[in-house]
């Protein structure tokens, strides 16, 4: 062998030995990765392990915690007291034709027993509202699973059904006694409830209340009657509206309670407070109140008597109302004076000057306008004329 060959066999050699130690080392990282990836499954499943043993821990201690809330572990035990206190519940509320029963009872995965009952009968929302409120303020294991509602054809009264669902678990004593722990499910008190759910139409959209200004002043003569009309709007379409005096009321007031048109005669000096309520027909019932503030003063001292030649024909006694409509300023009067046969049109603060009656219109009803001259105010209708309407609120 030369010397070249020599060189040649040691450099073959070599690369043996090269690739034995690479392939050896390599061998020996995967190895390595194995073991490390399998430490990693083992150490993942130790802490799956672990979380379930704790999760078990934490499901224990719950059910140990809700255990007071169950149904006796005995099934006629079970049926038994939750119905009887569904009873007592239902009648202390008053429900007509209230029955109670037991529809099922179902074993569930081992762990509890699912009984279901069904309370039915009649009653207004406020007492299913109450019904509902009583049984989750109770401190079973139970919910109410289905609830339908329906109006009847008397006024205000509901038929309503509704299945309850109550739990007995397996770790429950035979004889489990009647919880009495506070319930934690109602967040807020029976009244909130109350006025979140029945204070408002279940089968339409909610009722509006009607729009009336809040307060007005008046003011008359002693022994004069003070009267006016308080006219609320409704928002919604195809409701009425009625008046009522609210509170306590001076004498003598009084108001009409289709149109809420009001009259007041005082027998003293001073201020007189009138509070009229507006009450739609909607369900249920939204009102409005208006404050009506009525200074009573003395008369103005007499005037001294001018002797004023009366004409000839006095425009007044032939001038009638013939349209009262919607202007653009508000409500308008057209007057007919038939001595001329001219139309005079008039609305709210106009003065008015026929013949030998003067006045300032103050107000414009449906059928009548109201007038005030020399400090006492009269009304016409659509059939007098202003000289006769004026001549009969002096005799009254």
Known sequence: MNQRERILAIAVGALGAIFVAQYGLTSVRSGFDRKQTELENLQKEVDNKRSQINDGIIALRK??????????????????????????????RGLASATTSVLTAAPIAGAYTRYKFNV??????????????????????????????????????????MDIEAAALFDAELSQPFPTAPSKRLSTARDEYVEAIVRRNMFGPENQAPKLAESRKERVEIGRTAEGTVRADDPDKGQTLSYEIAGEAPASAEVDPKSGRWKFTPSEKGTFKLLVRAIDSGFPAKTAEQMIEIEVVDPPPPQPVT??????????????????????????????????NQTISAVVGDQIDLGSLKGKLVEIGKDFIVVETDGRRWTAGMDESLSAAFKRSADD
């Open 63 to 92: 059910l140990k915690e809700i255990t007071p809330s169950s149904l006796p572990k005995d099934p006629e035990k079970a049926r038994f007291d939750y119905n009887k206190w569904l009873q007592e519940v239902v009648h202390s």
């Open 307 to 340: 002797v004023v030649e009366k004409p000839k024909f006095d425009s007044a006694a032939h001038t009638f109302i013939t349209a009262i409509i919607s202007g653009r300023k508000g409500p308008e009067v057209w007057l007919l004076s038939r001595t001329d």
């Open 120 to 161: 039915a009968g009649q009653g207004s929302l406020e007492q299913i509202v109450d019904l509902v409120y009583t049984i989750y303020q109770q401190n079973y294991i139970h919910r109410i699973s289905k609830l339908s509602i329906k109006p009847t054809l008397e006024m205000g009264r509901l038929d309503f059904s």
